[in-house]
Structures are given as structure tokens and as C-alpha cells.
């Protein structure tokens, strides 16, 4: 395939695979304006699949970080009605949501950081029951990547056609190939056997350790659901929220870790990146953070709300994967945690446990899961992770070694 | 001045020139995606006007169309709230507006005229209290232009950089130099004198004849107001609402227009262009209608709503101003108008007439001026065209002469 060919495949993926588009139903398309010569091909793609109606988004990240520099404050904490509106009209006629993430990673560096958190959290807090529609799986939705040209040379900086290199990189690491729809029907199965093993196992706790320091055991509610790559949808579809996606998850229990964890990768969070950090855990508290890059960034992102301190994901991933051989980082959580084993900060997906998508806010944390105005993937995987499943009766059983799956 | 410099040059002229942003004010802006490396120019002239929030309303021509073409018929007629909301939001804090034209002139050729008029009328329903608020001047807002590969393919077929042709076509018409808001100011007092004088002379009825055939007495109601290009602002601000703007315009009165007028150049009416058309009026309605190109897209314009059939502005544009100097079509109404007397069907400038902003739309009538959902300019000036002011008393006074003013 040529890359237009191989283009037009990631495209048909996304809404075929990706979102499994239905006939009739409407599709909202969230991208950067870099992408106007490929959005194209995802519209055709989604009007093919029998879209009713597609309607885009675009943004534009030298006028946000403008926007975040200059507007004056009242105005930028003022987040209209219309920007969930806009997100609603779609989802309760039963729409299917795509984004694209893709932004330069480094977009938002220098800003004020108090200034950006506060902006992020009037975001989220106007945005909560839309993301809480996509947590609860009550519409498909999908997170997929389009290269732009300042991510792409964070990516490779000394490559000549650094754009073409980080396309030829996404697209691998998306399995497109010529049957991609084909390919990821069997990859999906893969994931969904470790699925079912950790489930049938249901351990009480997962202890991980590495030479970065990392000594964390992570309990887990009773009635957790690991999770692959499939989500279903409460009408009985299903789709793939994440592509690239190498992780099974589930939620851990929200007052039950303890011990400390070491970043094993870069996070960029909302344009600003985070790096070299570790996290003390207490009872499921963080209660000491420290980053080598990006201190205060993290500080304010641990200081969102009475959630963010908290843990909400426990994600296992394979050293040995298509992305993490690629021995490249992305600079991007859709990629980087697909490399690595991850856990994140603030609200769990009420989908992991038993009957999670019928409870209150208020119930969730009765029954072990967290919630939270935000939701932050972070890497911790190594090539010598090791982790230990521990069950019930103090019994322990290999999960990971050296980095990969140990059965 | 380098284009860079006159980009810039170009995107303060329509901050501080056409919108005249105040300190504190939020901006909206419309504009296609091919705008992405000029867009942030205007943005950082809005912020250093002391804009409080500029938010940004991208389009994209080609997945436009495939949505008019491919979508479901009531999803594309089920215009969203949040598409009024988006622009009362800012307007409500006194927000500026400014739109960017230049989509490509041929974008919709070929697709079903009735159901894109179910749509454009669709649209404008939704969109009727906004489009009232600008009609009235109760907020400022811009027309200007940005050259899309597409449209400037049209206007320069045989250029190597038409791009770059068209740059130089809009900057030229914009008057765009290095002191352009120096300019303007001389430029507005010019065409403000013109007004005052059509004001003090306030004829009764103006009366058109030129070879192409056209033979038409417009009458003018009791207190129409000749305008130019300074709108005033009802807490008394000014702005300009349209750069380039050559025009001094009023309303006519809406039954009191005979006689046939033909285009002397082509219109774009919502992607689809009609050429080469005659109008016949009769006590204000137009009884019958011809176009060689597009006939049923001016069918389907004309029978928009009952106001759709009758004029809604007057405009007089000398044939000898710089636009015209250009000696080419544009295929864009902003800067085609701009070169030549027009009239528009449909809904008339409340502001054309004493006390209008103040009166109900079922009052409108009473007082001779149209109302509609639609507001469609289109060019009937020639070289040779000739206007008569005719007094109350049947006085005749020569208004234009071979296409120019006559005094």
C-alpha cells in the first residue's frame, strides 16, 4: 500500500473497527485543522459505513495556547453550555465520537500552570456528563491519532520528513495493514483470553516491582471485571475505544494501595509534560510526588479534586509489543501507554466492576472505585516489571516477569 | 511591505478598522481550515486590542459538501441549538463577529438545488435572531476574505501561484497599505459625504436603464436612510461591516418597483453560481425570471418565503473605483458587489430606515422595507448605466451617469 492506500485504511479501521459504525447513526469528528487533507478520507469512510450525518471539530493548538496566554480569565473559566451541547445533540441521537489526538506535546510549556489547571478544570467540570456517557460505555467512541508536524518533530527531530516518519509509525503501531479489520479481529481475541484469565483469577491484590525503585501493591475490589480492548455498549454492540490498544484493565481499589511507584516514561499532560517522577501511596493516597520535570505541573494535576490523589486504572501491557519494539517514544499517552504497563490518576471506569454502570457518584467509592474530574494515564512499565498476583488465601502467582506476560 | 507584513497589516485593519474592538471585547471568527497559517495573525491582533476571548469557527469546504450530498435528509434539517448558541454566547457579552469568505465558488455544483435550499432555509431559520442582531447593528461584525486554493483556481485559471494572485487581488481591493487605517478613514469620509447628500436630496424613486435592457423605477420610502460604510453601534460605537466596501446603500420600498433589471455579473448563491439572469417586477414582486446558468438554483432562491420575491437593498457602487479597476470577477460577492451598483432580493437593513431598529417584523412592511430569511445581493451595474433621482414633485436629477456618479 501506498500511503494514501494505507490512509484510507486507517480511516475504514477507525469507523469499522474502531467504532463499528452502525447505518443511520450520527458520527462528531474532534481533530487538529493540520488533518484537513485526511479528515476527508475518515467522512468518506463513516458516510460509506452509512453515517446519518458527520459533523467535525476542529482546533487549532497555536490559537489555544494564544487563547490560554491572553484571553482574559474571567472569559476562559466561562466554558459555554454549547461546547457540551454541541457533544449531546450527537450522543443521545446515538452517535459515535472520534478524536484525534496529535497535538505538539510541548503546546502549553511555559504557560502559568495554576492558570491552566484552572482552565482544565472548568472544562472537565462542564464536560463531566459527557464523559461520563463515553466511561460508562453508553456510546462508542474512539481515540485515534493524527501526525502533526510539531509533534512530529518532538518525535524525530532529526528526520528530514519527520511527518512521513511519524505516519509510517502510527500506522504500524495501529496493525494497518490490508486486512486490518481481519488483523485486529485476531488481536482482540489475544487480549481477550489474558482478559478472561484474570478473571477467572480474581486477585485480591497485584504487587509490582523493578529496579527503578518501584515496590506497589495494588488491591482490587471484589467484583473487578478485567477489561480488553472491546467495550459493549448497553444495547449489545461493541467497539474499540482505543487504537492502538496492547492493555487489559480493570479498576484497582481506590484506599487499598500502598508503597511507591517510579514513572518508566514521559506523561504530557494538557500540553506540558511531566517526567522522572515517583508516587507514595498511603491507603490509596498519594501523600509525596515529586517530578524532576514538570514539578508543578504535577502538583496540580494531584490537586484537581479529592479524586485526583487517587488511583482509578491498573493497566497491564507487554514489554513485547508492536509499539513498545519500536524502542520510540511518542511523546503521547494513546502510544507510550500502550508500551508500557500504566496506571492513572483520578476517576475509574465504572465498566471494570460488577454493576459499576448503574451506581450513583456516591455509591462508586462504596464498592472500591474512584471518581474524579480527571482521568490520567501514566507509565510505569519496564523491560524488569515484575508483578505477582496475590490471591485471597495469601497465595502467589506469576503475572509479569521481566517485563512480559509470565503465562 | 513583504505578504507577511501585509497579512498582518490586513488582519489589523479588520480589528481596528472594521470591527473597532474595544478593551474587554470577546471575537468570534469564522473561516475555512485552509486559513491556518493566517487565522493566527488576526488572533493576535484581536488579543492586542485587548480582545477578552477570541474563539474560532472553522469550516471545511469539501466535507461541507459531502454532508449536503451524503447525509440523511432529516438529520441534515434538524439544525442544532448549539449552532445559534455558539454565536449568542459571545454576542450577549457584546462579542465582535468576523467571517472570512472564500470558499471555493463551485463547491455545490452539481448537487440537488431543492434540497439544498431546504437546507439553506433550514439553516437560516435557526440562525434568524442572530442574523437579526447583526442586521441591526446591535453587535459589530466583518465580512473579509481569505484566498482558498480553489476559489483562486477559479478567478486565475492560468496562473502559476493563483494563490498568490489573489492575495494581491484582496489586498489591493481591501487598500491595504502600510498606513491602511489612515486609508479607510479618508476612504469612509468620501463615501459618507455621498450618503449625505442622497439624504438631503431623498428622492421619491430612482430609475435604472443601461443596453443590456434594464428598465427599472425602484421606489423609496418615507424615511429611508442612505447609509455608508460606518454602521453605528446602539450604545454608539462604529464599525464597518464589510472590507472592501465601495457602497452607499438604502432600502426600497417593497411593493413600489416595476420594470425588468438584468445581472451584469455572475452570484454565488450558496456554493452554486447563476449567470446571466433578468428579473421582471411588478408593484415589488418579481413576476418573472430567467437565468441561462442555474435557472432552478434562482428558481429556488426566489421562492425561499413570501419575502424572497422582493428587494431588500439598493446599493450604488461607482463602475470607476479600485475593485473595478481590477477589470476581473472575483466570483465573490463581497468584492464583486463592490465593483458595481446591486440590489439584493430578500431581507432588508432595519437600519436604512428612521426608527427601524425599533419596529416589529410584522410592522416592517407598513413601513415599506422587506423582510425574509434570506439576503441574496446581486450585480446590475454596468459602464453604461444611467440613474435618475426622481423628486416628489417628478423632478428628474442625474444620480449616475455611464456607471459613475453624476455629480
Chains 1, 2 share one sequence.
Not at 108 to 130: I, M
Not at 155 to 169: G, H, I, K, Q
Not at 189 to 215: C, I, M, P, V
Not at 239 to 247: D, G, K, L, S
Amino acid at each position: 500500500m501506498n500511503r494514501i492506500e494505507a490512509q484510507k485504511a486507517y480511516a475504514k479501521l477507525l469507523i469499522e473497527m474502531g467504532l463499528q459504525l452502525k447505518e443511520g447513526q450520527p458520527l462528531t469528528i474532534s481533530a487538529p485543522v493540520e488533518a484537513q487533507d485526511f479528515i476527508p478520507m475518515v467522512v468518506d469512510a463513516a458516510y460509506d459505513a452509512g453515517a446519518s450525518i458527520v459533523q467535525v471539530f476542529w482546533r487549532h493548538g497555536k490559537i489555544s495556547r494564544a487563547t490560554l496566554e491572553r484571553a482574559r480569565e474571567e472569559d476562559l473559566l466561562d466554558i459555554p453550555d454549547y461546547v457540551l451541547d454541541q457533544e449531546f445533540f450527537y450522543a443521545k441521537k446515538g452517535g459515535a465520537s472520534l478524536h484525534f489526538t496529535g497535538d505538539d506535546p510541548e503546546l502549553l510549556t511555559g504557560l502559568d500552570p495554576q492558570r491552566l489547571q484552572r482552565y482544565n478544570k472548568a472544562r472537565s467540570e462542564k464536560l463531566k456528563p459527557f464523559m461520563e456517557m463515553t466511561m460508562n460505555d453508553e456510546v462508542p467512541w474512539n481515540v485515534a491519532a493524527y501526525p502533526t508536524l510539531d509533534w512530529a518533530k518532538k518525535v524525530f527531530p532529526d528526520a528530514e520528513n519527520p511527518v512521513d516518519e511519524l505516519w509510517d509509525a502510527i500506522l504500524y503501531a495501529s496493525r494497518v495493514t490490508e486486512d486490518a479489520v481481519g488483523a485486529w479481529r485476531e488481536h482482540l481475541e489475544n487480549l481477550d483470553q489474558r482478559a478472561q484469565w484474570l478473571n477467572k483469577e480474581a486477585f485480591s491484590a497485584l504487587h509490582y516491582t523493578n529496579s527503578l525503585g518501584t515496590d506497589l501493591t495494588i488491591g482490587l475490589p471484589k467484583g473487578h471485571i478485567w477489561a480488553a480492548a472491546s467495550s459493549t455498549l448497553p444495547e449489545g454492540g461493541e467497539f474499540v475505544a482505543n487504537i492502538p490498544t496492547e492493555e487489559v484493565f480493570t479498576s484497582p481499589e481506590w484506599n487499598r494501595i500502598n508503597g511507591v511507584v517510579y514513572s518508566s516514561m514521559p506523561l504530557i499532560y494538557g500540553g506540558q509534560p511531566i517526567d522522572q517522577f515517583s508516587l507514595t501511596f498511603e491507603d490509596g493516597k498519594v501523600v509525596a510526588a515529586e517530578a524532576k520535570v514538570g514539578n508543578e505541573i504535577l502538583q496540580e494535576l494531584l490537586n484537581t479534586d479529592d479524586g485526583s490523589r487517587y488511583l482509578g486504572e491498573v493497566a497491564l501491557v507487554p514489554y513485547d509489543s508492536p509499539i513498545s519494539n519500536l524502542k520510540m517514544l511518542f511523546y503521547n499517552t494513546l502510544f507510550d501507554e500502550n508500551a508500557a504497563c500504566h496506571l492513572a490518576l483520578g476517576k475509574a471506569y465504572p465498566t471494570t466492576i460488577e454493576g459499576g454502570t448503574e451506581l450513583e457518584e456516591s455509591q462508586l467509592r462504596e464498592h472500591g472505585i474512584n471518581h474524579s474530574l480527571v482521568h490520567e494515564d501514566f507509565m510505569v512499565g519496564t523491560s524488569d516489571l515484575n508483578i505477582d498476583g496475590i490471591r485471597e488465601d495469601g497465595s502467589v502467582v506469576p503475572v509479569f516477569r521481566s517485563g512480559n506476560w509470565a503465562q
